[in-house]
């Protein structure tokens, strides 16, 4: 008796060389935000929990302080998640959403002058812009809708 015959065709490992240079260009202009996002999570956290501060930076208290480091690490957390579903070509939107958020952030930081000096909302502004378009032009679509250049997972 012959070993169980298949139709459905093995998936192809993802070839990193296939890549288009769209994707990988939208997923680096997005690493923008990252190093902020790192800095900030560190930074409320420890100044909620660790480090006593006479008055803290953003809310009225150690505990806002906590959770702005909490929600900063989170937002960390959906923009490397976003990252690996472009390049693998499993999905564009999370990292578009992502993308849109931190531009709106910048936005917000650059209208409200108290929030400091324009030039790291306006560098993330830049970056999360192009990021957007890059990841929304037609070979970065062929990419995800492909499965990643995993032809055999669309048939």
């Known amino acids: 008796m012959k070993a169980r015959e298949s139709t459905e065709r093995a998936p192809r490992s993802l070839d990193p060389n296939r890549t288009p240079g769209t994707v990988i260009g939208a997923v680096a202009a997005g690493t923008v935000v990252v190093p902020f996002l790192i800095v900030y999570a560190l930074l409320f956290i420890a100044r ?14 150690r505990a806002g302080e906590t959770a702005a480091g909490v929600i900063a690490l989170v937002f960390l957390f959906v923009v490397f ?26 936005v917000d930081f650059l209208v409200d002058t108290s929030t400091g000096d324009p030039q790291v909302p306006a560098a993330v502004l830049i970056g999360a812009a192009v ?11 062929a990419w995800v809708r492909g499965s990643g250049g995993n032809e055999s997972a669309a048939d």
């Open 81 to 106: 998640a976003g990252m690996g579903r472009l390049l693998n070509g499993r999905g564009r939107w999370l990292f578009i959403g992502g993308q849109l958020l931190a531009l709106a952030i910048s």
């Open 131 to 141: 990021a957007i378009v890059l990841a929304l032009v037609p070979t970065s679509w």
């Open 48 to 61: 909620g929990t660790f480090v006593p501060v006479a008055q803290p930076d953003i809310t009225n208290s």
